[in-house]
Each structure stands twice: as structure tokens, then as C-alpha cells.
T-cell receptor, first 115, second 114 residues
Framework: GAGVSQSPSNKVTEKGKDVELRCDPISGHTALYWYRQSLGQGLEFLIYFQGNSAPDKSGLPSDRFSAERTGGSVSTLTIQRTQQEDSAVYLC?????????????FGSGTRLTVV | AQKVTQAQTEISVVEKEDVTLDCVYETRDTTYYLFWYKQPPSGELVFLIRRNSFDEQNEISGRYSWNFQKSTSSFNFTITASQVVDSAVYFCALRGQGAQKLVFGQGTRLTINP
């Protein structure tokens, strides 16, 4: 597609439920990233994909968080047993490659609210 | 380790004033890339500029200009004759040559008052 697409744009869930957030990157972009932005805060790195593999999962805050990418394209971030502190905007970005010279294109994000 | 510091949390100016957003970075890489992104109230991050570590020329794009100084590890962003539409959160970011991820500063919230 023309840009990075994320769905849903907003999600309200009850504490303890599981949620899935979807990211559809720009066609041809091999690198995909998930970041989290809590209210009024900067961007916190979660995970990086190169193709279907995730060489860097260092930012996932707990084992309740997982992500996968299939076909080198769409990625899903799953949060199990959601907690109120998981409330944030989850941003996905894609890049032509994992090398430093490439910048990111970001999606509009999914605003997750855990009540 | 790589780090980006944006010391100014919030800036508020009156329209038509010039404003400079500071960015200081730390890296041990000899080759690296610096970025600025704008996040308007709509929430989407908009790419503004990328600069590599070998190019210290300042850049101007309309009312925007960037001053890259390796000697002080700074990559400052100036908006000339600011407008209300410039109100946003601005993020500075760093990526090393061998690094897969962008490291972001905490952002500067810029408010331009009419």
C-alpha cells in the first residue's frame, strides 16, 4: 500500500483480556518495527522484524507481549491478559531495510485503552 | 549505547517568532544517521529530515533549517517565522550504521500561539 496501515485505530478492552494489533507495512519494506508511546512520553522500542524473523525483541516489556510477521508483510502484536499500564498508542513503522541509512515510515497507531 | 537528549520538554512562542529545538546525541559509531520527526495532534509521525554523520552542511527547507555540529554532538532544528500549524511534538532520533532501530529523544512539545 501507499503507507503503513494499522488497525484498529482505537481499542478499548477490559483488564485481563487479550488484544491483537495489526500492522500492514509499505509493500517492499523488509524491516518492520513496533514502538509504544505512553501518554506524554517518548517512543519506546518494542520489537524489530527483518523479513519474518525478529532479531531484536529486547523491548518487549514482559512475556505477555508477543509479535509475529508472516509472508514478510503483515505483523500482529498480541498482548495477553492486558493490564492498565498497557494503555498507550502502539506505533508500527516500516523501512526499506535494517541498515542505518533508511528512515522509517510510521503508521497512525492504535490507541489502546485498558479499563 | 546510543542516546538522544531533547532537554526542552515544552516551548511556547507567539506566531511569527523564530524558535530552535535542541537535540544532543551520544554514539560510539563513526557512521550514523540523525532524523527529525513531527507529531501533530493527529498523532501520526511525519518524517522531516535525515542527515548522515559525514555531511555537516546545514540544510534549509522553506521555514525549516537544521544545524548539525559533530563537535558538540548536536543537531538542532530551527523554525523561522513560526505558524500555528507548526504546533506539534517534535522528535529527534539517531540510528547507527549497524543498528536496526531508531533511538528517539523524549520529544519537545511546541505550541505556537496566535
Amino acid at each position: 500500500g501507499a503507507g503503513v496501515s494499522q488497525s484498529p485505530s482505537n481499542k478499548v478492552t477490559e483488564k485481563g483480556k487479550d488484544v491483537e494489533l495489526r500492522c500492514d507495512p509499505i509493500s517492499g519494506h523488509t524491516a518492520l518495527y513496533w514502538y509504544r508511546q505512553s501518554l506524554g512520553q517518548g517512543l519506546e522500542f518494542l520489537i524489530y522484524f527483518q523479513g519474518n524473523s525478529a532479531p531484536d525483541k529486547s523491548g518487549l516489556p514482559s512475556d505477555r507481549f508477543s509479535a509475529e510477521r508472516t509472508g514478510g508483510s503483515v505483523s500482529t502484536l498480541t498482548i495477553q491478559r492486558t493490564q492498565q499500564e498497557d494503555s498507550a498508542v502502539y506505533l508500527c513503522a516500516s523501512s526499506l531495510g535494517g541498515q542505518g541509512r533508511y528512515g522509517y515510515t510510521f503508521g497512525s497507531g492504535t490507541r489502546l485503552t485498558v479499563v | 549505547a546510543q542516546k538522544v537528549t531533547q532537554a526542552q520538554t515544552e516551548i511556547s512562542v507567539v506566531e511569527k517568532e523564530d524558535v530552535t529545538l535542541d537535540c544532543v546525541y551520544e554514539t560510539r559509531d563513526t557512521t550514523y544517521y540523525l532524523f527529525w520527526y513531527k507529531q501533530p495532534p493527529s498523532g501520526e509521525l511525519v518524517f522531516l529530515i535525515r542527515r548522515n554523520s559525514f555531511d555537516e552542511q546545514n540544510e534549509i527547507s522553506g521555514r525549516y533549517s537544521w544545524n548539525f555540529q559533530k563537535s558538540t554532538s548536536s543537531f538542532n532544528f530551527t523554525i523561522t517565522a513560526s505558524q500555528v500549524v507548526d504546533s506539534a511534538v517534535y522528535f529527534c532520533a539517531l540510528r547507527g550504521q549497524g543498528a536496526q532501530k531508531l533511538v528517539f529523544g523524549q520529544g519537545t512539545r511546541l505550541t505556537i500561539n496566535p
